[in-house]
T-cell receptor, first 113, second 112 residues
């Protein structure tokens, strides 16, 4: 199956600064890469995703970039706010047939006011 | 429109006891999933059902069984609970495959 590695495991930034979280994947056939945000005690929620035919996607303060050659993708959050504090998970589809999602181990982002 | 509903929210079991976690979705999704979440290990796939009438093993299926009762419902059963199964369990559904998962609110299970 797919193997997704995520770094860093924890990240602290000052409010207003940018945050970057990076992931690598193993299956070169993967074609869909979502990012989920999980607040404390809550369910993971999709915040942005990208497909393999696109190199970058933006949604207000959030952007995702994809480098298929290197098999890595990144989440960029600009002008961070305290409400951005959460655990973020990257994921990639497993192309063995069912297109299930395989998740990274998560990054705990803390935005310091 | 409730989305994905999981029950119970919390459960404490003794080693060797059995229980079933229930999951139902009202979004007419075809695919349903069970994941477990452990500290530092992300979300790991236990079992999935790509469509009504089918179920398959994921990354960590040992000690679990599942039933896709109908298109809406997908249950996870622990036949003989072990402390290693202490975890938070999430059910998820999607129209097809990994695109656009919706997660349930989770079940926090403790096995003592």
């Amino acid at each position: 199956g797919e193997n997704v590695e995520q770094h860093p495991s924890t990240l602290s930034v000052q409010e207003g600064d940018s945050a970057v979280i990076k992931c690598t994947y193993s299956d070169s056939a993967s074609n869909y890469f979502p990012w989920y945000k999980q607040e404390l005690g809550k369910r993971p929620q999709l915040i942005i995703d990208i497909r393999s035919n696109v190199g970058e996607k933006k949604d207000q303060r959030i952007a995702v970039t994809l480098n298929k050659t290197a098999k890595h993708f990144s989440l960029h959050i600009t002008e961070t706010q305290p409400e951005d504090s959460a655990v973020y998970f990257c994921a990639a589809t497993d192309q063995t047939g069912a297109n299930n999602l395989f998740f990274g181990t998560g990054t705990r982002l803390t935005v310091i006011p | 429109n409730a989305g994905v509903t999981q029950t119970p929210k919390f459960q404490v079991l003794k080693t060797g006891q059995s229980m079933t976690l229930q999951c139902a979705q009202d979004m007419n999704h075809n695919s349903m999933y069970w994941y477990r979440q452990d500290p530092g290990m992300g979300l790991r796939l236990i079992y999935y059902s790509a469509s009504e009438g089918t179920t398959d093993k994921g990354e960590v299926p040992n000690g679990y069984n599942v039933s896709r009762l109908n298109k809406r419902e997908f249950s996870l059963r622990l036949e003989s609970a072990a402390p290693s199964q202490t975890s938070v369990y999430f059910c998820a559904s999607s129209l097809q495959g990994g695109y656009g998962y919706t997660f349930g609110s989770g079940t926090r299970l403790t096995v003592v």
